[in-house]
C-alpha cells in the first residue's frame, strides 16, 4: 500500500472539514477526487502532505506516518494553491531552487516537461510576466521533475487551454504507467473520467468510493 489514510478529521473552529475520511492509494494508477469547492479535497491533499495537524486519524506513506510540518517519508510532487514561485526569479532558477531543496535536478526531465508544456522558450523569462496558464504548466512541471513516486494534485488544470489539458492527461498516463500513484482533486470529473483508474466522491467533509 502506497498511502493510506486512516479515520482522518480535521474540525477548525468546533467546524467539520474533514469527516472520518479512510482510503486507499496504490501504485500505478490514477485517482480521481471529485467535488465542488469547499467539500475538503484541497484540505485532505493538505493532510496528506502533512500541511496539517490532523484532529484525529492518520496517514500513512510507505507504511510510515506522516508528521505535521516535517519531511515526508518520500519526495512528493504536488499543487496544491497557488504555485509558490519566486516572480522575479526566472522560471528556470525557480526550477533549480525547488529541485535543490533535494539535491535532485534532472536537467533532461525537467527540458523535456518544459518543452512537452510549451514553456522551453520562456525559461530564462521571469515568473511575474507569466500568464495564469503558464504558471499553471511551470507547476506541473515542479510537480513532476524530481520523477515523484507520488503525485498529488489540486484542480491542475485551472487555466489552462484545450490543448495543454490534454497534453497534461496524457502526461498523468505515463506517469501512471511508470508504476506512480497520482491523486487529482478536481471538480472536472469529465476530465478525469478519461483518465481515472478509481473515483472517490467529497461533500461536506466525507470522502465515498465510486
Not at 192 to 207: E, K
Request: net charge negative; proline share 4%; glycine share 8%.
Amino acid at each position: 500500500m502506497h498511502v493510506a489514510i486512516n479515520h482522518l478529521s480535521k474540525i477548525i473552529k468546533h467546524k467539520p472539514i474533514l469527516r472520518d475520511v479512510n482510503a486507499q492509494f496504490e501504485h500505478g494508477a490514477i485517482y480521481g477526487i471529485v467535488g465542488p469547492n469547499g467539500s475538503g479535497k484541497t484540505m485532505l491533499l493538505r493532510a496528506i502532505c502533512g500541511f496539517i495537524r490532523p484532529t484525529t486519524g492518520q496517514v500513512l506513506i510507505n507504511s510510515q506516518p506522516v508528521e505535521f510540518n516535517r519531511r515526508l517519508p518520500e519526495a512528493v510532487g504536488i499543487i496544491i494553491e497557488e504555485p509558490g514561485f519566486l516572480p522575479y526569479e526566472t522560471a528556470m532558477d525557480n526550477l533549480q531552487y525547488l529541485a535543490g531543496i533535494n539535491h535532485d535536478f534532472d536537467a533532461a526531465e525537467t527540458d523535456r516537461l518544459l518543452t512537452l508544456f510549451g514553456l522551453k522558450s520562456h525559461e530564462r523569462e521571469k515568473v511575474k510576466s507569466y500568464s495564469l496558464g503558464m504558471r499553471q504548466k511551470l507547476a506541473i512541471v515542479q510537480a513532476l521533475m524530481e520523477h515523484q513516486r507520488l503525485i498529488l494534485l489540486d484542480e491542475p488544470t485551472n487555466g489552462l487551454d484545450e490543448h495543454s489539458v490534454q497534453v497534461f492527461l496524457e502526461e498523468m498516463t505515463r506517469q501512471r504507467d511508470k508504476g506512480n500513484t497520482v491523486v487529482i482533486a478536481s471538480h472536472h470529473s469529465d476530465e478525469l473520467q478519461q483518465i481515472a483508474d478509481h473515483f472517490y466522491h467529497m461533500a461536506d467533509g466525507m470522502l465515498t468510493e465510486g
